[in-house]
């Protein structure tokens, strides 16, 4: 190889092209470095360092408010503030007195009668009502069991609670759930001493059977009372169809219309049969006697006379406009009366009905038509159920964590967003 003079170099050593080399790889380095520094300190880059420091402040302290801090409380309060809770379980069921009929419903599914259904799910509510709250507060020692000082702050019922504070504050301690098929009510409440959550048990489930007493008891009076509205009704309409009917019968003169009616019947058939044989021994007499003599004369009479009667008769049965100080038409006389009997007959048969329906609601009155059977009674607890403390602190940071997460996406959003 030659040089730009022309002339052939002399030979480098090997020492003096490792100093050659060295010296331009610290030169490239030094305009490297030159270069990232100006791009640091540009206008650019100082909002680029300044956007990924606020960034990363935002997360840890989204992590500090939804995570470290919540996690932190929980722990502190559950771990060492929280108060214990006994909790105190009875099972019962509601049932109806009256024998089991032949329901297929409830033959193949085992699910109670809806009355029965019904009378179960007004017992489990009046459990978390105002009316249940009042009843302890008076009779077991309601406010003394849940504002009691071995309660912490944050679990105790406060003394200036308002009542419906203090019954939604019940409705957070005391459950009661139906279990289906059968219809048993397992009743849950919780308490700060063992002894209270029994003692209070124990109130609901009396309370819970007067209250179903006062049910039969209400049902039994309505149904009685009812029955025997419904026979002092029937009594009254008895007493004026009979006294209607006593009246038509003294102003009619007649006691039995269809018995009257039979008699005249009778006696106009008589009377025809007598006016047949009269005049048959008229004509066989005519040919042989003059009908001037005495005896036909005796026979036209009579003939005459059956006539007359036949006519009476039939105008007392049938015809109307009859005349004065005679007696009244008898059909007439009959109709009106046979509406009386019959009103009279339906009054009787009325009253028959209710007095049998009265005997028959007080003789049902004297049984209950529903039950409260208690199969499990409350105990005391050996050991609290509530708080579970290591399961409480583990939910309130699981919820931390989720939360930060969210909160950490939003931030990603709306920092690549501007």
């Given at each position: 190889?030659r040089?730009?003079?022309?002339?052939?170099?002399?030979?480098?050593?090997?020492?003096?092209?490792?100093?050659?080399?060295?010296?331009?790889?610290?030169?490239?380095?030094?305009?490297?470095?030159?270069?990232?520094?100006?791009?640091?300190?540009?206008?650019?880059?100082?909002?680029?360092?300044?956007?990924?420091?606020?960034?990363?402040?935002?997360?840890?302290?989204?992590?500090?408010?939804?995570?470290?801090?919540?996690?932190?409380?929980?722990?502190?309060?559950?771990?060492?503030?929280?108060?214990?809770q006994?909790?105190?379980?009875?099972?019962?069921?509601?049932?109806s007195?009256?024998?089991?009929?032949?329901?297929?419903?409830?033959?193949?599914?085992?699910?109670?009668?809806?009355?029965?259904?019904?009378?179960?799910?007004?017992?489990?509510?009046?459990?978390?009502?105002?009316?249940?709250?009042?009843?302890?507060?008076q009779?077991a020692?309601f406010?003394?069991?849940?504002?009691?000082?071995?309660a912490?702050?944050?679990?105790?019922?406060?003394?200036?609670?308002?009542?419906?504070?203090?019954?939604?504050?019940?409705?957070?301690?005391?459950?009661?759930?139906?279990?289906?098929?059968?219809?048993?009510?397992?009743?849950s409440?919780?308490?700060?001493?063992?002894?209270?959550?029994v003692?209070?048990?124990?109130?609901v489930?009396?309370?819970?059977?007067?209250?179903?007493?006062?049910m039969?008891?209400?049902?039994?009076?309505?149904?009685?009372?009812?029955?025997t509205s419904?026979?002092?009704?029937?009594?009254?309409?008895?007493?004026?169809?009979?006294?209607?009917?006593?009246?038509?019968?003294?102003?009619?003169?007649?006691l039995?219309?269809?018995?009257?009616?039979?008699?005249?019947?009778?006696?106009?058939t008589?009377?025809?049969?007598?006016?047949?044989?009269?005049?048959?021994?008229?004509?066989?007499?005519?040919?042989?006697?003059?009908?001037?003599?005495?005896?036909?004369?005796?026979?036209?009479?009579?003939?005459?006379?059956?006539?007359?009667?036949?006519?009476?008769?039939?105008?007392?049965?049938?015809?109307?406009?009859?005349?004065?100080?005679?007696?009244?038409?008898?059909?007439?006389?009959?109709?009106?009366?046979?509406?009386?009997?019959?009103?009279?007959?339906v009054a009787?048969?009325?009253?028959?009905?209710?007095?049998?329906?009265?005997?028959?609601?007080?003789?049902a009155?004297?049984?209950?038509?529903?039950?409260?059977?208690?199969?499990?009674?409350?105990?005391l607890?050996?050991?609290?159920?509530?708080?579970?403390?290591?399961?409480?602190?583990?939910?309130?940071?699981?919820?931390?964590a989720?939360?930060?997460?969210?909160?950490?996406?939003?931030s990603?959003?709306?920092?690549?967003y501007?």
């Amino acid at each position: 190889m030659r040089s730009e003079t022309g002339m052939t170099p002399a030979r480098i050593s090997p020492r003096e092209r490792s100093e050659r080399i060295a010296r331009s790889l610290s030169e490239a380095a030094r305009r490297l470095r030159f270069s990232g520094s100006r791009a640091v300190y540009s206008p650019a880059g100082r909002k680029a360092r300044r956007h990924k420091l606020i960034s990363r402040l935002i997360l840890i302290g989204g992590f500090i408010g939804f995570v470290a801090l919540p996690g932190i409380v929980a722990t502190v309060y559950f771990g060492f503030l929280a108060s214990r809770q006994y909790e105190a379980e009875a099972r019962f069921t509601v049932r109806s007195g009256a024998m089991a009929g032949l329901d297929a419903l409830t033959s193949l599914t085992g699910i109670p009668s809806i009355q029965i259904v019904q009378d179960t799910q007004v017992v489990t509510s009046f459990i978390g009502s105002r009316a249940m709250v009042e009843h302890l507060q008076q009779a077991a020692g309601f406010n003394e069991a849940y504002m009691t000082k071995d309660a912490d702050f944050f679990a105790r019922l406060a003394r200036d609670d308002t009542i419906e504070e203090i019954v939604r504050y019940w409705r957070h301690m005391v459950s009661s759930k139906i279990q289906l098929p059968g219809g048993t009510v397992i009743l849950s409440l919780r308490a700060f001493r063992s002894e209270d959550a029994v003692r209070l048990a124990n109130a609901v489930l009396d309370a819970s059977e007067s209250l179903v007493n006062d049910m039969n008891e209400r049902a039994r009076l309505d149904s009685i009372r009812n029955a025997t509205s419904d026979l002092q009704f029937a009594a009254s309409r008895l007493a004026k169809a009979r006294a209607a009917l006593e009246i038509a019968r003294n102003r009619e003169g007649i006691l039995d219309a269809d018995a009257e009616r039979a008699k005249a019947d009778a006696l106009l058939t008589a009377l025809r049969q007598r006016l047949i044989d009269l005049q048959q021994q008229y004509k066989s007499t005519v040919g042989t006697v003059s009908e001037t003599a005495p005896q036909m004369r005796t026979l036209k009479a009579n003939i005459e006379v059956t006539q007359k009667q036949i006519v009476e008769v039939q105008a007392g049965l049938t015809r109307a406009g009859a005349e004065p100080g005679k007696s009244p038409i008898l059909s007439a006389s009959m109709t009106r009366l046979a509406m009386l009997e019959l009103e009279n007959q339906v009054a009787e048969q009325h009253y028959a009905t209710a007095a049998t329906a009265l005997e028959g609601v007080r003789s049902a009155s004297l049984t209950k038509q529903i039950y409260l059977t208690t199969y499990v009674r409350p105990t005391l607890a050996d050991d609290s159920a509530y708080p579970r403390r290591g399961l409480s602190i583990l939910v309130v940071f699981l919820a931390g964590a989720g939360l930060w997460a969210v909160f950490c996406g939003i931030s990603v959003a709306i920092r690549g967003y501007f």
